[in-house]
C-alpha cells in the first residue's frame, strides 16, 4: 500500500513570511496528526484529526499556526507568519485505529 | 512539556551485543508505543503494550511496562548495525507524547 506522502520535502522562508505543507495519508485511515520535530527532540504533537473534525489541537499555537482536513482526507498545516523558532521538520502521521502510526518523510522548514 | 524521558541520551554497542533504553512517563496512560527513526526510514512503529500487560516480544525486541513506576524499557537482542537510530516511547493518555529519544550507535 502506498504510504503518506507529504509536500514539500524542503522549503526555506523568511520570518514573518507564510508556509504550507500538505498531507495525503494512507487510504482508509480515519486518523491524521501533524507533528514539529526539533532538532535533537522527539516529535511534538500539534494537532490530530478523526476524519475531518479536530480530536486535539492543545499544543498548536493557535496565534499563527493552523491545520484542516477537509472531506476528511488530505490535509494541510499552515504557518502565518513564521519566526525562527518555527524551524523544524513537519511531520504527519496517520492511522486506522488510533494506536499504530504510519508517518510520512516529513517536511524540513528553515525559517531565516 | 513531553510526557516520555528516555535514558540513556545516547548509547554505543558492539554488534552482537544487547540494547537497553528506559522510559519514564508521567501521567496514566491507555498504551506505550515504541518507534525507531534514522535518516533512511523516518519514523517507524516498532510496537505496542497495552497499560494491562507487562511484557510483549516481537522478534529480537522485548518491551516492559510497569504502570505503578509509570517507565517501560525496550530491549533489542543480538543487535545489527542496521539497528543504529534514534528510539522513542510514545504514550497514549489523555494526549499522545513522545519522549525525548535514546540514540543507540551499533558499531559493526
Known amino acids: 500500500e502506498a504510504g503518506v506522502a507529504q509536500s514539500p520535502r524542503y522549503k526555506i522562508i523568511e520570518k514573518r513570511q507564510s508556509v504550507a505543507f500538505w498531507c495525503n495519508p494512507i487510504?482508509?485511515?480515519?486518523?491524521l496528526y501533524w507533528y514539529q520535530q526539533i532538532l535533537g527532540q522527539g516529535p511534538k504533537l500539534l494537532i490530530q484529526f478523526q476524519n475531518n473534525g479536530v480530536v486535539d489541537d492543545s499544543q498548536l499555537p493557535k496565534d499563527r499556526f493552523s491545520a484542516e482536513r477537509l472531506k476528511g482526507v488530505d490535509s494541510t498545516l499552515k504557518i502565518q507568519p513564521a519566526k525562527l523558532e518555527d524551524s523544524a521538520v513537519y511531520l504527519c502521521?496517520?492511522?486506522?485505529?488510533?494506536?499504530?502510526?504510519?508517518f510520512g518523510p516529513g517536511t524540513r522548514l528553515t525559517v531565516t | 512539556s513531553q510526557q516520555g524521558e528516555e535514558d540513556p541520551q545516547a548509547l554505543s554497542i558492539q554488534e552482537g551485543e544487547n540494547a537497553t533504553m528506559n522510559c519514564s512517563y508521567k501521567?496514566?496512560?491507555?498504551?506505550l508505543q515504541w518507534y525507531r527513526q534514522n535518516s533512511g526510514r523516518g519514523l517507524v512503529h516498532l510496537i505496542l503494550?497495552?497499560?494491562?500487560?507487562r511484557e510483549k516480544h516481537s522478534g529480537r525486541l522485548r518491551v516492559t511496562l510497569d504502570t505503578s513506576k509509570k517507565s517501560s524499557s525496550l530491549l533489542i537482542t543480538a543487535s545489527r548495525a542496521a539497528d543504529t537510530a534514534s528510539y522513542f516511547c510514545?504514550?497514549?493518555?489523555?494526549?499522545?507524547?513522545f519522549g525525548t529519544g535514546t540514540s543507540l550507535t551499533v558499531i559493526p
Open positions: 503494550i497495552r497499560s494491562n500487560e
Open positions: 502521521a496517520s492511522s486506522v485505529n488510533n494506536y499504530e502510526q504510519y
Open positions: 487510504s482508509g485511515h480515519a486518523t
Open positions: 501521567t496514566s496512560i491507555n498504551n
Open positions: 510514545a504514550t497514549d493518555g489523555n494526549q499522545f507524547y
